[in-house]
């Protein structure tokens, strides 16, 4: 906490960047921390018949409150399936997930649906955005399920979609708004309810340059707004802006570096 | 279990999957529960109906609201003039005709007959009634289509039944004879016991009720006099009652005057003959399978429409999930879709059934080769059709929603098998 501390205290200055050695002693530094997420052990295999692939190979790591984090690796390195199992969208074959030091691995899936509803958003490399509704209804089915009156979820879902500069947007259906607008609809559907932790999916990955510099700046001031951020990305600029970059390669994190914004 | 939660949400998602999906598709979807309401409905209405018709005529031509007739060790109903003034006294009856009956041997073409050739006979009941009275009771007078209907005053004067003449027998049948070249005006010979007149065609009775088809009737001051009787006493009483009038209580007020001592007292439709009875339970069973399979068909027709629905739209829920919604919220969205298709579907139905078929059969009745078909549809048998289709409906929607929501999230978003 102290390091990622430092770290906004420091936001605005030139970054400094410091790559440490993965290692046991690390994680023993990390898991210290007051993890919001912590990851222990994580296993993932995928059975196509008889043949079994290991995808991730006990994977353990920690994520404090308000850090962003991002995970890169070459494809198929296990960086999205480590992501979806973090976020409780795919289920470990062993290993647990901690939220706040609660184990997941006993959770119903109806446990799972609401602890993903109240805890986490979702941003998707391919937006994610249900056709039949328009953007503010996107925005606001999160906050009808959580029991909030009509009025109230609109209102937040409203306020989530000016934030995001799509003000004038509010009643367009996702096919009639451009690739960038459809993924802010999804960051704005994905923050509205005030998620404790943000996971991404390649955000950028189907824009534009200048919509994904749009989309890494609304991150850049979400986290500076103390949102915790989990991001997978390909693209090394982008992973810059992060406190951390976790660095995938055949199901293991081969490497943590750390980022110091100055 | 639906919480109103779920309720809520899967109430916002199919209004507006409804209202965004293609109209054209809708429609198709709507028209086919209209097509499966009106198979449920029509189909067993008209087969119903088409006994119904006959019930109806029946009635409606010969046996009237209630029927009182000779016991069957007897020809006549005994103090039959008491018994009709008895009846003109109850302020339920509207109108009554008593009949003398008896059985008859018809022969035409009997003075050019040769010898060697056989005679032309058939059998017959003849009734002898007041012409007036009786067409208040069963409008005789609208079923003679050729000629004229009975006066009072006419002498030596029958009407017959379409059947007894074989220009209108659509095939042979030997069990019933019947009179060649006979027409309006013609002559022929009617045989009561011993006593023998002849009479001229006045008019000929067409109908689809075979008392009235294979009988003959006359005047009845005519017909007493061939059967020497001058009591009164007659053989059958038609009473018409006032409209609403249930000839049940009637019937009951009868057999507690002491009336059924000496006569049979039955309403129309204890005087159904068994057979009848049996083809309306037959229909009815009929209309049932028949609507149970229409049942299945929109049962069927609506999960193949859900489970295409679901399966296309699997991402969509995958993502729904993903982000929190439960999946009875989702699952409860496509039993209200199911829900609307099936109750407008109804709606449509219920409004061309009572808007339009009921009416327009009830005018122009269909022509079955025994009856004039109508559409019976009772609105308590509708309304619980409505419910049926809804019901199945809905189940049929709920299982294929469940069997793609129950699919693991993220292969639904990944769209991985």
Redesign the interface.
């Known amino acids: 906490m102290k390091i990622l501390k430092h770290a906004r205290e420091k936001s605005g200055r030139a970054k400094r960047r410091r790559t440490e050695d993965f290692s046991p002693a690390c994680f023993r530094i990390l898991l210290a921390h007051n993890s919001m997420i912590e990851v222990k052990k994580l296993v993932k295999t995928f059975k196509n018949g008889s043949v079994e692939t290991r995808v991730l190979k006990g994977i353990d790591f920690a994520v404090s409150d308000g850090e962003f984090i991002a995970i890169m690796g070459r494809s198929g390195a296990g960086k999205s399936t480590f992501l979806y199992q973090m976020s409780l969208l795919d289920e470990p074959t062993s290993g647990d997930v901690l939220v706040d030091g609660h184990s997941t691995r006993e959770m119903t899936d109806a446990e799972e649906v609401i602890f993903r509803l109240q805890k986490f958003g979702y941003v998707f490399q391919d937006y994610a955005l249900l056709p039949d509704l328009t953007a503010i209804e996107n925005v606001a089915l999160p906050l009808l399920m959580q029991n909030l009156i009509s009025i109230e979820a609109y209102k937040k879902a409203d306020d989530a979609l000016t934030k995001m500069g799509l003000g004038h947007r509010l009643y367009n259906l996702p096919s009639q708004l451009s690739g960038g607008e459809q993924q802010r609809v999804s960051i704005a559907r994905a923050i509205a309810h005030n998620p404790k932790v943000l996971f991404a999916d390649e955000p950028t990955a189907n824009l534009d340059n200048e919509s994904s510099a749009l989309i890494m700046d609304i991150f850049k001031r979400l986290h500076k707004e103390g949102q915790t951020i989990i991001m997978v990305t390909h693209e090394i600029q982008y992973a810059k802006r992060a406190d951390r970059v976790v660095k995938f390669d055949d199901g293991k994190i081969i490497s943590i570096e750390q980022q110091t914004i100055e | 279990m639906a919480s109103f ?1 779920t309720i ?2 899967g109430f ?2 199919a209004i ?2 409804v ?3 293609s109209i054209w598709t809708t429609s198709l979807i709507i028209f086919v529960m209209v097509l499966t309401f009106l198979n449920l409905v029509v189909v067993s209405g008209i087969l119903v109906g088409l006994i119904q018709g006959a019930v109806d005529q029946a009635r409606f031509e010969f046996t009237s609201d209630v029927i009182i007739s000779a016991p069957d060790d007897k020809q006549y109903i005994e103090n039959s003039p008491n018994l009709l003034a008895l009846m003109r006294s109850f302020p339920e009856v509207q109108a009554v005709s008593g009949r003398y009956g008896s059985g008859a041997v018809l022969e035409a073409n009997y003075k050019t007959r040769k010898e060697t050739e056989k005679r032309n006979t058939a059998n017959a009941q003849i009734f002898g009634i007041d012409p007036a009275q009786e067409d208040a009771v069963t409008h005789l007078s609208e079923s003679v289509t050729e000629g004229d209907y009975l006066l009072p005053t006419d002498y030596d004067q029958v009407i017959i039944g379409q059947f007894l003449l074989s220009q209108y027998v659509p095939v042979d049948d030997p069990n019933f004879a019947a009179l060649d070249n006979v027409g309006v005006g013609s002559k022929i010979r009617i045989t009561v016991g011993d006593v023998t007149r002849e009479v001229t065609v006045k008019g000929i009775i067409k109908s689809k009720v075979d008392a009235l088809t294979r009988n003959m009737f006359m005047v009845d001051s005519q017909f007493r006099s061939m059967i020497g009787r001058n009591d009164g006493n007659v053989a059958q009483i038609s009473v018409l009652l006032r409209p609403g009038t249930d000839p049940a209580l009637v019937r009951d007020k009868l057999k507690q005057s002491g009336v059924d001592g000496y006569a049979k007292v039955q309403t129309y439709v204890d005087a159904q003959p068994q057979f009848l009875k049996d083809i309306i339970n037959t229909f009815n069973m009929l209309g049932t399978v028949f609507s149970s399979m229409g049942l299945v068909v929109a049962s069927i027709t609506i999960f193949i429409v859900v489970f295409i629905n679901a399966i296309t739209r699997r ?2 829920i995958g ?9 009875s ?1 989702i699952r409860m969205s496509y039993v209200f879709q199911s829900a609307f298709y099936a109750l407008l579907g109804s709606a449509i139905g219920l409004l061309l059934v009572y808007g339009f078929l009921v009416p327009f059969i009830d005018e122009h009745p269909i022509d079955f080769p025994f009856s004039d078909g109508i559409l019976v549809a009772p609105v308590d048998e509708t309304l619980f059709r409505v419910g049926l289709l809804v019901f199945s409906t809905i189940i049929a929607g709920y299982i294929p929603a469940w069997m793609i929501i129950r699919k ?3 292969d639904s ?1 990944l769209g991985r098998n």
């Open positions: 939660l809520r949400i916002f998602l507006r999957q209202h965004r999906a991402k969509y993502i729904m999930k993903g982000i929190g919604i439960d999946g919220a693991n999230t993220l978003i």
